[in-house]
């Protein structure tokens, strides 16, 4: 395996289905290029990490307080998408209560079991959950790639934003294109 993983984050139905609780358009449109990343990465033999944004039913979550409540478990709207499958044997499926992937879950320790030294970043909402998992990547000394586009909010000038200061400060922003010629390469 390389050192490498991807992190695919939080495409659950809630966010990616047009029935769901917080849905957007712009999920949709980049779920069939997340699928060709993760197909392209399965070949390279990058590990792969899904985070399942999901609030306990029925229990206290900071998080609800001043946004509409989304991604409940048991609701069907925390589910991973069905457009990208999840290998139960190799791939990790790690809960999140909380923007980063990084706070409150094992990510770290199955980043480092793992020998993970580089993280591809694709996924929902670049203005919060991308840009808190890349910052706490950066901050755990992984190089993060965001692959530009792969990542989505529900408006362009806020994504680009976020992805123009990721690129300054914490990572690289690369295209899906430019991600393959890496790995084919073994760059990553």
Request: overall charge negative; hydrophobic content about 35%.
């Given at each position: ?7 695919i ?5 809630d ?6 609780l ?16 993760l ?21 206290f ?7 509409r409540p ?13 457009m990208?499958?999840v290998?139960?044997?190799k ?12 706070f ?6 199955v980043l ?28 755990n ?16 000038v806020?994504n680009?934003?976020h ?6 400060y914490?990572?690289?922003v ?15």
């Amino acid at each position: 395996m390389r050192n490498t993983a991807l992190l695919i984050v939080d495409m659950v139905k809630d966010f990616t289905d047009p029935e769901g609780l917080v849905f957007y358009p712009q999920n949709r449109e980049v779920l069939p290029k997340i699928k060709e990343v993760l197909e392209e990465c399965r070949k390279h033999d990058v590990l792969v990490i899904f985070f399942r944004h999901s609030y306990r039913k029925d229990k206290f979550d900071k998080n609800l307080i001043n946004m509409r409540p989304n991604c409940i478990e048991g609701s069907g709207g925390d589910e991973i998408d069905s457009m990208l499958e999840v290998d139960e044997k190799k791939d990790y499926v790690i809960r999140k209560r909380r923007y980063s992937g990084f706070f409150g879950t094992d990510l770290d320790l199955v980043l480092r079991e793992n020998k993970i030294e580089n993280v591809i970043v694709v996924g929902t909402k670049t203005n919060c959950c991308i840009r808190a998992t890349v910052t706490d990547a950066y901050y755990n000394d992984y190089n993060a790639y965001v692959v530009s586009d792969c990542v989505a909010t529900n408006d362009e000038v806020v994504n680009q934003v976020h992805l123009t200061d990721i690129r300054k400060y914490f990572g690289k922003v690369v295209t899906s294109e430019e991600l393959y010629d890496l790995l084919g390469k073994g760059e990553l």
